[in-house]
């Protein structure tokens, strides 16, 4: 499906970016992996190459395409993956984490997404078109307890997925945005409430495949958990509903017990 194809991941040393890593090699894609340390041996099990990049610089996204490009090839997709996740301030409150949390998560979750497209789309309007795919969460759709600085981000993350589809369509770029619930990675390792949420802690493998169906009917949305997108219709038709339905949830769920504290 994707022979010869060249996908550049980021956040592809372990969790959902290199399972996505393996779909795209597993359907004859050349694949570039980078993270904060060159994956090698990722790469070398995928027969892809290794790259260092820091999301949080535009400098190093930058040199991570070309590259990526002068080693494999111009890319034809690219899979802005690498995320981070804090939690909230010591007592709960929403604003209570460090400025650095909150300005880190701004710069991994969305602006590493936007320095991509600054240097990405020019080239796919001359080569005739791209594919972009963003890795947001349930929460850019709906919310995470326990993190505010998440939820802000990837909501905006979603954002600029869906300005890139609208915006590109017509230069024959197509964009995509994960959005799952819980999934096995470093980001939720060891947290109960993801381990045993009642909507399953999915493999990157489900992901991986979810976001192949998606590409392969043109699908904005990959929705890895489907009652994701149950969830988003109940709150987009009764908002105070959903409000209160979440407060709920928050107040039966143990501090110790929330998700993100860790790098994806």
């Not at 919310?143 to 369509?169: C, D, F, M, P, W």
Request: hydrophobic share 40%; proline share 3%; with cysteine.
């Amino acid at each position: 499906m994707f022979s010869n194809k060249i996908v550049a991941i980021t956040g592809a040393a372990g969790g959902i970016g290199l399972g996505i890593a393996k779909m795209f090699a597993n359907n004859g894609a050349r694949v570039a992996l980078s993270d904060l340390k060159a994956p090698e041996a990722q790469a070398k099990e995928l027969g892809g190459k290794a790259y260092v990049c820091d999301v949080s610089s535009e400098a190093s996204v930058t040199s991570f395409i070309e590259a990526a490009e002068a080693d494999l090839g111009p890319i034809d997709i690219y899979i802005s993956n690498a995320g981070v996740g804090f939690g909230d301030g010591p007592n709960g409150e929403v604003a209570g984490g460090s400025n650095k949390s909150w300005e880190t998560s701004w710069q991994v979750n969305v602006m590493g997404s936007v320095y991509a497209v600054r240097d990405l789309v020019p080239k796919w309007i001359e080569r005739g078109g791209g594919r972009f795919v963003i890795t947001a969460s349930a929460a850019g759709l709906l919310n995470q307890i326990g993190s505010a600085s998440y939820s802000a981000t990837k909501h905006a993350a979603v954002g600029l997925a869906e300005a890139i589809a609208i915006a590109h369509r017509a230069d024959n770029i197509f964009a995509h945005c994960i959005c799952p619930q819980y999934v096995r990675s470093n980001m939720t390792k060891g947290q109960k409430f993801a381990e045993e949420s009642k909507d399953g802690l999915l493999e990157p493998s489900d992901v991986a495949a979810a976001l192949k169906n998606a590409i392969a009917n043109d699908e904005f949305l990959v929705l890895s958990h489907p009652v994701v997108g149950e969830y988003f219709k109940g709150k987009a038709s009764d908002y105070n509903r959903y409000i209160h339905g979440m407060a709920k949830l928050k107040s039966k769920i143990a501090a110790e017990d929330l998700p993100l504290q860790n790098q994806e």
